[in-house]
């Protein structure tokens, strides 16, 4: 997978592939300073999709399609339908901010994979562990 790491950011110790901003875990890491690290702190929009048309045929674009590309580089991402709305990685992550602000989570790891094409965080729950069943715990404490 590593491979496909675009760019990240993590806390306390260097992932198994060595890839990532590393941020101290004595650090308090907002959600903003986490995009900044991770190299999410772009944009993107949608943009009209043109064919190839022969001489004389006006191109007026695929009109129910359109391409999402960061704004930043103008990297192509995927082509969506018209009725899809971006959400910016600031605003799909900021809802986080609340539970750091309150020190009742940290954020652990954040990035992007496949050139920008899909955008990843990890948040750690400060209240102890959790199970989703007896032999699926979400984090354990080593003695």
Known sequence: MAHLVESMMYVGKTPWH???TPIPEDKKISVREAIIAAKLD???ELRRIF???PEGITNTGILDHFAVCRTSDNAFLGIV???YTPLQNEHAL???QPFLDANEATLETAGSLKGGRQVWALARIRDGNMDVNKIDPVAHTTP
């Open 18 to 20: 060595g890839l990532g």
């Open 42 to 44: 772009w944009q993107v």
């Open 51 to 53: 064919t190839e048309m």
């Open 81 to 83: 339908g018209s009725d």
């Open 94 to 96: 900021e809802w986080f």
